[in-house]
């Protein structure tokens, strides 16, 4: 079954402390994973994807296959990096996501 | 360029009644996704459009769940005999295609309250 887990639902740092986001995945084939990120008050958006592997706002995650995991991280956190991150793989042919459960960043000051 | 669009934002109705929820895809974008987030749950995908025809509606909950999409673009979630469990927020995505490498744009959402 294709599955997604992120075990944390809140990750509390504070400023300037490193961050890791935790998402482990089950797929049977090569998966394609994703990050996406709700702010505040704003849409759901992309944050970066495997496939590109780009840093995007100082983050970056690595497709780790023997360990089927596809965890955030990032060296500094900001406070402007407080918002629910969603782990999420493309399932099948029709593109569509299968997301885990979310985690609340919370960067303290 | 606009992007995608939902109305209502917010809809609040009584257990029993039916509701429409209206999405308007990105222009020129053939793939249009509903997902549902609601509390406990997370994100659910509920189904997808290639065009106008529905490939995959593997997520749809229950009967009381259907869709259309009409000349390519505008899609209508149609919830009938509303349930307290279906308060939720409703979610659509569009992208140029599915498969590849596509990204899903989403919209603001419809935060559905059933009373």
């Known amino acids: 079954a294709q599955r997604v887990t992120q075990p944390e639902k809140l990750l509390s740092v504070f400023k300037g402390a490193p961050v890791e986001l935790k998402c482990n995945y089950s797929y049977s084939g090569s998966p394609e994973l994703f990050w996406y990120v709700q702010y505040s008050r704003q849409r759901l958006q992309l944050l970066l994807r495997?496939?590109s592997r780009e840093s995007i706002k100082g983050f970056t995650a690595d497709l780790n296959k023997g360990e089927t995991s596809f965890h955030l991280k990032k060296p500094f956190a900001q406070e402007e990096d407080s918002a629910m991150y969603y782990c999420a793989l493309v399932g099948g042919a029709t593109n569509k996501l299968i997301f885990g459960t979310g985690t609340l960043l919370a960067v303290q000051p | 360029g606009a992007g995608v669009s939902q109305s209502p934002s917010n809809k609040v109705t009584e257990k029993g009644k039916d509701v429409e929820l209206r999405c308007d895809p990105i222009s020129g974008h053939t793939a249009l996704y509903w997902y549902r987030q609601s509390l406990g749950q997370g994100l659910e995908f509920l189904i997808y459009?290639?065009?106008?025809?529905?490939?995959?509606k593997s997520g749809l909950p229950s009967d009381r769940f259907s869709a259309e999409r009409t000349g390519g673009s505008v899609s209508t979630l149609t919830i009938q005999r509303t349930q307290q469990e279906d308060s939720a927020v409703y979610l659509c995505a569009s992208s140029l295609a599915a498969g590849g490498p596509y990204e899903q744009f989403f919209g603001p959402g419809t935060r559905l309250t059933v009373l």
């Open positions: 495997h496939i």
């Open positions: 459009f290639q065009g106008n025809s529905a490939p995959d």
